[in-house]
């Protein structure tokens, strides 16, 4: 341990958060991802992962190994290996016919080069990248700058601002960005949001009862209250169950609250809402495993969530959001997407004044 306390890991982390004048490690992660954009730009590559792996010179090739991706040295050089086998093995990386998730590989390996180039020549820093103490982190920062390179944070703001935060518009985003839906839900959180979640909001006619609870939570950083399958009411107002019942599918909040045991924090929260059965069955799967499942068991995953009324997506801020600039086009994008229904910011309890399990 240092002086002050710290970790080898966590010193590491904090001379890199210390390198680009940020708070926190995902602030910085953030600002060299942002930095090697400009580079780019400056020498006139293309913004791309080909653009990316020009910049630093290395090359991206299949090799096989067990993980998905690695960062490895060879003849004093860098080069990103990929998991590949039979043909595939040993021969060089083409972007134009590699999958997302080989593409999302790749970057998150540009993520682990972004951290190491931060710390120059600092040799001790670097190992200690790999410590276990903070190699969760370490691995979840390269993740966040795979998803921000992937997905410009312009082609963000302006999808968001025309099609909102609802399911329909990740799974457009994803599929015009070629990257998966769980790296759009990551994008957000490297974008501005402080947290990223999904909700699944469940009717029981029988009880006269509807309950609302988190299926997926993504954040930025650490201190966000929420987890996997927390009950709506943790937050005030429940804003998910608010978007589900609106005649506008969506609802927000300048000034929600969001609490755990005697702890609250005050946030903005904006949430949208789509009825499950507007979303293709298997990407309902996806978005609420998250993970690969062997196809026996997708038909199991249907029939637990068969009650499933509708899906809500909600953006998480810190304090006053209302210059953000996601925030501001996600309240664009939502009143857009809404503009064929009945126009309502405020959601029609009239007719669910039975009791809640939230």
């Known amino acids: 341990m240092s002086a002050v306390g710290l970790t080898r890991g966590a010193e590491a982390l904090s001379a890199f958060s210390h390198s680009f004048g940020a708070a926190a490690p995902e602030q910085a992660i953030v600002a060299a991802c942002q930095h090697l954009r400009d580079r780019i730009k400056q020498a006139r590559l293309p913004d ?30 860098y080069v990103i290996l990929v998991r590949g086998e039979g043909s595939l093995a040993k021969s060089q990386f083409d972007v ?15 993520g682990h080069l972004l951290l190491i180039e931060s710390l120059g020549t600092d040799t001790e820093k670097i190992r200690a990248l790999a410590d276990p103490d903070v190699w969760e982190r370490v691995e979840s920062l390269c993740d966040l700058a795979a998803s ?40 957000f959180v490297s974008t501005g949001a402080r947290a990223s979640v999904l909700w699944r909001v469940r009717r029981v ?58 702890r609250v924090w005050p946030m903005s929260v904006i949430a949208a809402a789509e009825s499950s059965s507007e979303v293709p069955p298997g990407i309902l799967v996806d978005l609420l495993a998250l993970e690969d499942r062997p196809p026996e068991l997708r038909g199991e995953i249907l029939r637990a969530h068969a ?36 126009e309502s910011l405020e959601p029609n309890l009239a007719m669910h004044q039975s009791r809640y399990v939230l």
């Open 48 to 77: 791309s992962i080909t653009g990316y792996l020009d910049a630093y010179g290395i090359m991206a090739e299949f090799a096989p190994i067990a993980s998905d991706s690695r960062l490895d040295v060879r003849d004093g050089r």
């Open 96 to 110: 134009a016919t590699a999958s997302n998730r080989q593409r999302f590989s790749v970057a998150h390996e540009l």
């Open 148 to 187: 921000a390179l992937l997905i410009p944070l312009e082609q963000l703001i302006q999808h968001v601002r025309s099609y909102g935060i609802g399911v329909l518009s990740i799974i457009s985003l994803a599929s015009a960005a070629g990257v998966s839906r769980e790296v759009v839900l990551r994008r």
């Open 205 to 262: 006619p029988s009880r006269r009862e509807v309950v609302v609870s988190a299926a997926q939570v993504f954040t930025a950083g650490e201190g966000f209250p929420l987890r996997r399958w927390d009950p709506g009411r943790c937050v005030r107002p429940n804003i998910a169950l608010r978007a589900a019942v609106a005649t506008s599918r969506w609802s927000r909040s300048a000034r929600a609250l969001v609490s755990k045991g005697a």
């Open 307 to 342: 009650d499933l009324d509708s899906i809500v997506f909600s953006l998480f801020f810190d304090g006053d959001s209302n210059q953000d600039p996601l925030w501001l086009a996600a309240i664009n994008g939502c009143k857009a997407a809404s503009s064929a229904r009945q």
